[in-house]
């Protein structure tokens, strides 16, 4: 469930956008947002998977200013089927455009 106010998840999400800004590859397919118990959720849909986009993906922890596994659940997704959307609770930082 979406807690917190609209500043929190609005700053939040920016500052998550930035941190991600140039580790985006053609591989990545979705990046999500979302909060659940309390704690940050970050979702990340690959098409392959990839060393160097999973050391991205690290790298955008720093980025964010603090280690991502402690203060965020991450889940990577490699899967190259039709994506779900809406995604419940989440939101949606990046998604590339697909046929």
Not at 4 to 32: H, K, M, Y
Not at 57 to 62: F, L
Not at 74 to 79: C, P, T
């Amino acid at each position: 469930m979406i807690e917190d106010s609209p500043e929190l998840w609005n700053r939040t999400t920016v500052c998550f956008a930035q941190a991600l800004l140039g580790a985006i590859s053609p591989n990545f397919r979705l990046v999500a947002l979302g909060k659940m118990s309390g704690r940050w959720q970050l979702r990340f849909i690959l098409e392959n998977e990839s060393r160097e986009d999973r050391e991205e993906i690290e790298d955008a922890g720093d980025e964010f200013g603090i280690p991502i596994e402690d203060q965020f659940e991450l889940e990577v997704i490699v899967d190259a089927g039709q994506i779900q959307l809406p995604l419940p609770d989440m939101r949606l930082v990046y998604q590339r455009r697909e046929p």
